[in-house]
C-alpha cells in the first residue's frame, strides 16, 4: 500500500509562472519530509525538506508547505525554469523507521519557454 | 571527489544467471540503501544498511541478496529468484540512518534480463 502519494503524474507549466507539486502521505508516524529531483537515466538529488515541527521551508526558488493535519505538503518553485523540468519526488521518513524513505510515484514537471 | 559510484552503468544478463551490481562511496557515510525503480513507479527499497557487517530487508527484498563487508562498499546481487529483474537501480548512502540526514544517490545501474 502507498504510504505516499504522488496522485499528479505530469505537469506543465510556463517559464516565468509557479510550478506547483503535491504530495500527500498516509501515515502519521511520519515526521521528516523530502523533495528529490531527478533526470533521466540519472540518480535522484535532494532538493529540500521540512520537519514536522514547521509548515514552511524556504530555499532560494522552492519553498516546501507542510499541512499535518490534512496529511499533506507541496512543492512550489517560483519562477519556474525550463532547467527544472525533471520528475520530482516526494518521500517521507519517521525516526521509528530507521532514516528509511518512502516514495511516491513522481510528478514530470515541464517547464516551457 | 566525493561521492558515490554505481558500475556499470548498462548491464544485460540472460534469465537464471545471478548477477551483481556494484555501488562504492567515499562519503564516509554508516548507512546505505538500495532502491529499484520501474516506469512509473517511485523507488522502491531492497535492502539497506545502517553499519558494516549488518543489514535489513526493505519492501521488496525476495530474490536479491547484499552484504557489507566494507564500509564503503554494498553490493546488491540480483538473483535467479527474483522474478521481474528488469530495472533501474540505484544505490544511495546518508550520514547515519536517521530522517534529517539526506541520502545521496549513485548514477543508477539499468538491468535487463532476457
Known amino acids: 500500500d502507498q504510504q505516499v502519494k504522488q496522485n499528479s503524474p505530469s505537469l506543465s507549466v510556463q517559464e516565468g509562472r509557479i510550478s506547483i507539486l503535491n504530495c500527500d502521505y498516509t501515515?502519521?508516524?511520519?515526521?521528516?519530509f523530502l523533495w528529490y529531483k531527478k533526470y533521466p537515466a540519472e540518480g535522484p538529488t535532494f532538493l529540500i525538506s521540512?520537519?514536522?515541527?514547521?509548515d514552511k521551508n524556504e530555499d532560494g526558488r522552492f519553498t516546501v508547505f507542510l499541512n499535518k493535519s490534512a496529511k499533506h505538503l507541496s512543492l512550489h518553485i517560483v519562477p519556474s525554469q525550463p532547467g527544472d523540468s525533471a520528475v520530482y519526488f516526494c518521500?517521507?521518513?519517521?525516526?521509528?523507521?530507521?532514516?528509511?524513505?518512502?516514495f511516491g510515484r513522481g510528478t514530470q514537471l515541464t517547464v516551457w519557454p | 571527489d566525493g561521492g558515490i559510484t554505481q558500475s556499470p552503468k548498462y548491464l544485460f544478463r540472460k534469465e537464471g544467471q545471478n548477477v551483481t551490481l556494484s555501488c562504492e562511496q567515499n562519503?564516509?557515510?554508516?548507512?546505505m540503501y538500495w532502491y529499484r525503480q520501474d516506469p512509473g513507479q517511485g523507488l522502491r527499497l531492497i535492502y539497506y544498511?545502517?553499519?558494516?557487517?549488518?543489514?535489513q530487508k526493505g519492501d521488496i527484498a525476495e530474490g536479491y541478496s547484499v552484504s557489507r563487508e566494507k564500509k564503503e562498499s554494498f553490493p546488491l546481487t540480483v538473483t535467479s529468484a527474483q522474478k521481474n529483474p528488469t530495472a533501474f537501480y540505484l544505490c544511495?548512502?546518508?550520514?547515519?540512518?536517521?530522517?534529517?540526514?539526506?541520502?545521496?544517490f549513485g548514477p543508477g545501474t539499468r538491468l535487463t534480463v532476457t
Open positions: 518521500a517521507a521518513s519517521s525516526r521509528s523507521t530507521l532514516g528509511r524513505l518512502y
Open positions: 501515515n502519521s508516524m511520519f515526521d521528516y
Open positions: 521540512i520537519s514536522s515541527i514547521k
Open positions: 544498511s545502517q553499519i558494516v557487517n549488518d543489514f
Open positions: 544511495a548512502s546518508s550520514i547515519r540512518s536517521q530522517p534529517i540526514y539526506e541520502q545521496y
Open positions: 562519503l564516509n557515510h554508516d548507512a
